[in-house]
């Protein structure tokens, strides 16, 4: 089992649509678990990060974190075109906390 | 967040040759930084960890005496691709962690585009 899983996609939803995005993860990853944005072409960049079991918002974005399932989702509220891109989760391991990428989903918002 | 910079963003050279990338953190210090590579259509694969003043921590199967790493104070690591090839084309990312109460949070450069010919 990989460490960090994505569904590769692509996942596509209508402009102002709930965009579900889901990752799970293996054993070998700690609690901490980050959402990255990543633009054809450009680096990463931080969305969220959530440690708790839960859920998190800021603005349109809500992580949730569960667990007893090994799961983490991205919730992006009112979907727009710049939206579309990959979403990397990643994970943490180890002392030093390095972080671990799933395969990303990429995101397709339609207007 | 924290700023990290990477320079050059992109270099074209030719096989057999070395090739030197930067990263800065900007605004502040990093005893730690963080090299990844990417190949198209994948994700992100950690190369090592650069720890300031003392010798990088490589990922297995990451040949240590061909990606040196310098990490000579708090702002700077440099990635040396030596002898490139080829397969050695990639997209080479740094980062840093937040200094902050957000300590875990790792934040990119821009990356460097690497084309060996």
């Known amino acids: 089992q990989k460490e960090v899983e994505q569904n590769s996609g692509p996942l596509s939803v209508p402009e102002g649509a709930i965009a579900s995005l889901n990752c799970t993860y293996s054993?070998?990853?700690?609690?901490?678990f980050f959402w990255y944005r990543q633009y054809s072409g450009k680096s990463p960049e931080l969305i969220m990060s959530?440690?708790?079991?839960g859920d998190k918002e800021d603005g349109r974005f809500t992580a949730q974190l569960n667990k007893a399932s090994q799961y983490v989702s991205l919730l992006i509220r009112d979907s727009q075109p710049s939206d579309s891109a990959t979403y990397l989760c990643a994970g943490g391991r180890g002392a030093g906390n390095m972080l671990t990428f799933g395969g990303g989903t990429r995101l397709m918002v339609k207007p | 967040g924290a700023v990290v910079s990477q320079h050059p963003s992109w270099v074209i050279c030719k096989s057999g040759t070395s090739v030197k990338i930067e990263c800065r953190s900007l605004d502040f210090q990093a005893t730690t930084m963080f090299w990844y590579r990417q190949f198209p259509k994948q994700s992100l694969m950690l190369m090592a960890t650069s720890n300031e003043g003392s010798k990088a921590t490589y990922e297995q199967g990451v040949e240590k005496d061909k990606f040196l790493i310098n990490h000579a104070s708090l702002t700077l690591s440099t990635l040396t691709v030596t002898s490139a090839h080829p397969e050695d084309s990639s997209f080479y990312i740094c980062s840093a962690r937040d200094p902050g109460p957000s300590y875990n949070e790792q934040f990119f450069g821009p990356g460097t585009r690497l084309t060996v010919l």
């Open positions: 054993d070998r990853v700690s609690q901490s």
């Open positions: 959530i440690y708790s079991n």
